[in-house]
């Protein structure tokens, strides 16, 4: 379970907070979906969630961050990184840079993890298939595409099997079928106990895997509930994020004069 409670997050030398107030519980096994127009704090809310600030990036938190019930502030950045998995938009700098192979890469973390080299392999094996970059396995980390480097570090993280994991806009730079690889691993990692917060733009991605979602805006929670309501919530455009294509569908329907309840056994 990860909770914050009464968070609110000023970076150093900023006038204003980041975040503001904001309450928020996950459970295990639930994935959580935030989102938000551009600057409404949904890395911050990230960085935050998984400890990164104000440990790694300066700033003053107020509030308590909370990890399977125990508050974290006094813990350092390594035994955090045990607790919560964190993923963040821009793939180079997600990668070690000390592996020679997009093997050796996925397989860092749950060898740092002291596991036996069977398990490894195996873990290893399954997030490579997950992601469907078996095939990348000999290849230079460095030299993949910025959508292959991608899938790598996601590939890299879940072989860790974290109890909690963070994703800032963690397919910005996939095509629709990276996505999808990366929703249904998402999905399984959950349906296997692991809390799940992920920041997106990609709303039809956040209906498909999310119990849960929340807007953020200027830093405050605006909307928060099940997935199906938030997600087509009226107010969501205004807060300028887009509505999932189902959404859309359903209310382009119904303007038409159809009759939306034809379009449900469709629905994800
Ligand atoms: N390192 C920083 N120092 C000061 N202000 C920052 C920093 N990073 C982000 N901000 C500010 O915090 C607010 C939220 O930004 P951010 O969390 O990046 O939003 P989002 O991810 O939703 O685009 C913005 O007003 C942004 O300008
Ligand atoms: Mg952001």
Not at 121 to 146: C, F, N
């Amino acid at each position: 379970m990860l909770r914050l409670e009464s968070v609110s997050y000023r970076y150093a030398g900023a006038e204003r907070a980041s975040l503001r107030d904001i309450d928020l519980r996950l459970e295990y096994g639930e994935v959580l979906g935030v989102v938000g127009a551009s600057e409404a704090g949904k890395t911050t809310l990230c960085l935050v969630a998984s400890g990164l600030a104000p440990r790694a990036i300066r700033g003053t938190l107020t509030g308590r961050l909370l990890i399977d019930g125990i508050d974290v502030a006094g813990q350092r950045m390594h035994e955090l990184t045990a607790l919560v998995g964190v993923c963040f938009q821009d793939p180079a700098t997600q990668l070690s840079g000390v592996n020679a192979t997009v093997f050796e890469e996925v397989a860092f973390g749950p060898m740092n993890l002291g596991l036996p080299v069977e398990e490894v392999v195996e873990r290893t094996t399954d997030s490579l298939a997950a992601l469907r970059i078996g095939h990348l396995s000999e290849r230079d980390p460095a030299r993949l595409s910025g959508g292959q480097m991608q899938l790598v570090a996601i590939g890299g993280l879940l072989a860790m099997r974290p109890a909690h994991l963070v994703l800032d806009e963690p397919t910005a730079q996939l095509d629709p079928a990276g996505t999808s690889l990366v929703a249904d691993a998402l999905a399984r990692l959950a349906s296997g106990g692991s809390s799940i917060l992920i920041a997106e733009q990609k709303t039809d991605l956040l209906a498909r895997i999310c119990d849960r979602v929340v807007a953020l805006d200027h830093g405050g929670l605006r909307l928060s509930g099940q997935s199906r309501a938030v997600l087509a919530d009226p107010s969501l455009q205004a807060l300028g994020v887009e509505e999932p294509s189902i959404v859309r569908l359903r209310r382009l329907a119904s303007e038409a004069g159809e009759d939306p309840a034809r379009l449900e056994e469709e629905a994800p």
